[in-house]
């Protein structure tokens, strides 16, 4: 039996072909390709594996803690003997960006399945929610945390998010690439927000542009418009070929992308934008 490491797979079989991972009919634990499973609870195809019925449920539930017998009793967890599995600190599987609260209190994370929101209790990060958003690409907080921006590359949005009572978030606005006018934001991969948080800033990495969004105090329902698209090329611009990242001084509110490809044959680089809205 080959020992788990962290970051593999693991699903539970629910039907198809037996000790496989079968898309559409297998419950994803952790990735879902390859690496061990476990069948309601018993020992794994691949042995010695088991999970908290914490629910009592009569089946996986997410968050619910996996365990390897190690040695001691068999099918009962052992502690300091067996191996816990675990997953990330908030409870996800792969993240692909992630954002912390300006209060050091919540950290906001992406991963294939949507937003994962954690507070911190004592000295740990507990996972509260999510916002179930398509293959978000990256999450950035508003400055008093009151609302979330979350791109999707493979959508070409931008979703917006209010915090409720609870701490969680929903989903309250959502821009798309060719939807009422709009254009781009085709490969939305990285989204930064102004120190004052009336600015939300997208990078395109299909369309080479820079999306400026602004705030709409006058609306409760539609908090956020667009604004402005900044184009590679036009003009005197240049540095977003290709965007990938971005980031905004907290000082001057000036922005810096992250480019892939440079002028002619040139690597990509950093662009720092002093960003004027007509």
């Known amino acids: 039996?080959?020992?788990?490491?962290e970051g593999e797979d693991i699903w539970?079989?629910?039907?198809?072909?037996?000790?496989?991972?079968?898309?559409?009919?297998?419950?994803?634990?952790?990735?879902?390709?390859?690496g061990y499973q476990i069948v309601n609870g018993a020992v794994g195809v691949q042995a010695g594996l088991y999970y908290f019925d914490q629910n009592s449920s009569g089946s996986y539930t997410a968050g619910e803690e996996i365990w390897k017998d190690v040695g001691g009793t068999p099918g009962v967890y052992d502690d300091g003997i067996d191996a816990v599995i675990r997953q990330t600190a908030s409870g996800v599987g792969r993240p692909t960006g992630i954002a912390a609260g300006s209060d050091g209190q919540?950290?906001?994370?992406?991963?294939?399945?949507?937003?994962?929101i954690c507070r911190k209790d004592e000295s740990a990060f507990s996972k509260i929610g999510t916002i179930p958003v398509a293959s978000p690409s990256d999450v950035a907080a508003g400055p008093d945390g009151r609302f979330l921006f979350i791109t999707s590359?493979?959508?070409?949005?931008?979703?917006?998010?209010?915090?409720?009572?609870?701490?969680?978030?929903?989903?309250?606005?959502t821009f798309r690439e060719g939807e009422a006018g709009l254009r781009g934001i085709r490969g939305a991969?990285?989204?930064?927000?102004?120190?004052?948080?009336?600015?939300?800033?997208v990078t395109a990495g299909n369309n080479d542009t820079l999306a400026v969004f602004s705030r709409?105090?006058?609306?409760?329902s539609a908090p956020f418009k667009f604004a402005q698209i900044i184009r590679n090329g036009a003009s005197t611009t240049l540095g977003l070929k290709s965007p990938n990242s971005i980031a905004v001084d907290p000082q001057s509110?000036?922005?810096f992308v992250g480019s892939?490809?440079?002028v002619g044959l040139e690597n990509g680089g950093v662009a720092s934008l002093n960003i004027g809205l007509l």
């Open 1 to 5: 039996v080959l020992d788990y490491t």
């Open 12 to 34: 539970m079989d629910l039907g198809g072909s037996p000790g496989v991972y079968n898309a559409g009919v297998d419950q994803t634990i952790f990735g879902g390709s390859d």
């Open 106 to 116: 919540f950290l906001y994370i992406t991963d294939t399945q949507g937003v994962t």
């Open 153 to 173: 590359a493979a959508e070409s949005s931008l979703h917006v998010a209010e915090r409720n009572a609870d701490d969680t978030y929903s989903v309250i606005q």
């Open 189 to 201: 991969n990285a989204v930064a927000v102004s120190t004052t948080g009336d600015y939300v800033y």
């Open 216 to 220: 709409d105090h006058d609306s409760q």
């Open 253 to 255: 509110d000036r922005v």
């Open 260 to 262: 892939s490809e440079g």
